[in-house]
């Protein structure tokens, strides 16, 4: 587990930035909340009735003056989109940065078998996912107490399992991707990232367009559906596993049959 | 046995050139050097060895086992030195040393300190922080740390200054003398002939000779520089002609009895004959294709 050990020690601080940042928000949107808690009938009534930026961001379907009506949301953009990019960086880095560096040339002729350094670099990159979600999640435990109300357990936790998978299946497609680059490809990643998140709001808004919730992880992430239905809609999330296998048994494939220049 | 054996070796980058039908051998024990300009192939033939990258025909032997499957297995007993050294530069000089016996799962904090001090390398220093000529010390210990059977150095003494340079082939001389095998690609001719038992000529990837270097040196080609003359004797057989500010200089390959002939009929202020070095004859071998200028 050499490379993992390397691979945790050098994504340390951009994993502590991330959580600290992505955790930060999130507290301080929970501590507001008994605040806001006090106007929601009015801005509840204002935040549904905006047409289809209501409908964009599923407050149609949540009650803003419920913690998980108003965690779904605002959390749910912060850890969906944050959560996001830093699976989307992070994984699309992992294999690609040897190569811009050049120190590729350095790991692979040390007695290490090419399929390893993959494997161990994914659990690196899964390592750090979890490893945030579990920090942001413990947060905000700790925040919804604070405020003195109650933990919606199962809501709160479905919804976390989402956001969960989603930067997984991000991260599995990304880490595919970065098996087949030589320099860097950041841009890639926010890119694809920010892709997967506008088509949902697309979906959400057109009514033809609603298949694209079959190809955005967002589509299965969806606040509003989770808390309504108080499920994760299994179907939307299946082509998602499709594309973290496809994605993982990429990088295999090619890294270990690809030239090293 | 061999230490490294090349048959038929063939690498194309697209459509372009890497090396050609190479057929390399490096017996055991050998202090090699592989010699030839930028671009030959030589960087691509180190790659192939080392699996980097994979042959399009051909293939090659290192240590006596096939560069394959079981890479991992050669790796062990091989130290690298890529031509230029690149490392993770967040780490200190010290964590890298660990990370690369680490990946080796050998112990090898003893030798590692023996060859910074030898080298004179600061391991608390940041990588980031080294320059080119600390990097290569760097990359020179990763490579040296776990005591290899065969040591494949590229381009090993960029960036050095002499007196390291010196130190680093003692260095290799002792590793040598204790049975390592010696690989190492230059374009510095003097350093293949000083330290070298043997050595190959690559040219626009492809071997053009693989010989002991007092045998490459004896081609039979002979530096001639005569002076009070302008002209070369018509003769065959002459090569590399310049002219000096009273004469000329030519190599010469041909019959030595025709051209004492010839030269006793010139009228000359002075004459020397003398045995090529490495250099020239390196440059014989690559105007040979009529290339180089």
Redesign the interface.
């Known amino acids: 587990m ?2 993992w050990k ?1 691979e945790m020690r ?1 994504g340390l601080l951009s994993l502590l930035i991330w959580t600290g940042s992505i955790g930060f928000l999130i507290v301080i949107c929970i501590l507001l909340f008994p605040e806001m808690q006090g106007q929601m009938n009015q801005v509840s009534s204002v935040f549904s009735s905006m047409g289809s930026f209501t409908q964009a961001f599923g407050m149609d379907r949540l009650n803003f003056g419920e913690l998980i009506g108003f965690y779904g949301v605002e959390c749910g953009n912060i850890l969906g989109l944050g959560g996001a990019f830093f699976a989307a960086l992070t994984a699309i880095a992992s294999l690609s940065k040897e190569e811009r ?13 090419r399929s390893a350094v993959v494997l161990q670099k994914l659990l690196a990159v899964v390592s750090q996912i979890l490893l945030l979600n579990l920090a942001v999640l413990l947060l905000s435990l700790v925040s919804i107490r604070l405020i003195g109300e109650e933990i919606p357990w199962k809501p709160l936790l479905l919804l976390h399992l989402a956001y969960l998978l989603l930067q997984l299946e991000l991260a599995a497609v990304c880490f595919g991707v970065s098996a087949f680059l030589r320099r860097g490809g950041l841009g890639l990643g926010i890119g694809l990232a920010a892709m997967c998140y506008f088509l949902n709001i697309v979906a959400n808004i057109a009514g033809q367009a609603e298949w694209l919730k079959y190809i955005t992880p967002y589509g299965y992430a969806e606040a509003a559906d989770i808390v309504s239905s108080g499920s994760i809609d299994f179907l939307m999330a299946l082509p998602g596993l499709g594309f973290t296998i496809l994605g993982i048994a990429a990088a295999f494939f090619w890294y270990t ?1 690809k ?3 | 046995m061999n230490a490294i054996e090349t048959h038929a070796l063939t690498k194309y ?1 697209g459509k372009a050139r890497g090396v050609l039908d190479l057929n390399l051998t490096v017996e055991s024990g050998a202090f090699f050097g592989f010699i030839g300009p930028n671009g030959a192939g030589k960087s691509t033939t180190i ?1 192939c060895l ?5 042959p399009s025909s051909g293939g090659a032997m290192v240590l006596g086992q096939p560069v394959g499957r079981e ?3 050669i ?2 007993d ?1 130290g ?1 030195l ?1 031509a ?7 780490m200190q000089v010290r964590d890298l040393l660990r ?2 016996a ?4 050998v112990d090898c904090r003893e030798e590692a300190a023996k060859l910074c001090d030898r080298l004179q390398l600061d391991v608390s220093r940041k990588i980031a922080e080294l320059s080119l000529g600390n990097r290569k010390k760097a990359a020179i210990v ?1 490579a040296l740390q776990h005591n290899p059977r065969l040591c494949i150095l590229d381009e090993p003494t960029s960036g050095l200054d002499p007196l390291i340079q010196r130190e680093f082939f003692a260095l290799l001389e002792e590793r040598n003398r204790a049975g390592a095998t010696i690989f190492l690609s230059s374009h510095v001719l003097s350093e293949i002939q000083r330290h070298c038992t043997h050595a190959a000529i690559i040219r626009e990837g492809r071997l053009i000779a693989c010989d002991r270097v007092e045998a490459l040196a004896q081609t039979g080609a002979r530096r001639v520089t005569l002076h009070g003359v302008t002209a070369p004797p018509p003769l065959p057989d002459i090569r590399d002609l310049s002219r000096t500010s009273d004469g000329i200089s030519f190599l010469y390959s041909g019959d030595v009895n025709a051209l004492i002939c010839q030269l006793a009929a010139l009228r000359l202020t002075d004459l020397t004959i003398s045995e090529p070095d490495l250099e020239e004859i390196f440059l014989h071998y690559y105007q040979e294709g009529g290339e180089a200028k």
Do not use: K, M, N, W
């Open positions: 050499t490379v390397q050098l560096d050049h120190t590729a040339e350095f790991l692979l002729t040390h007695p290490v078998r049959r030239d090293i220049l | 980058y790659r080392l699996g980097l990258i994979h890479l991992p297995s790796l062990r091989v690298y890529p230029e050294a690149q490392f993770y530069s967040g990370y690369a680490e990946l080796r799962r990763c």
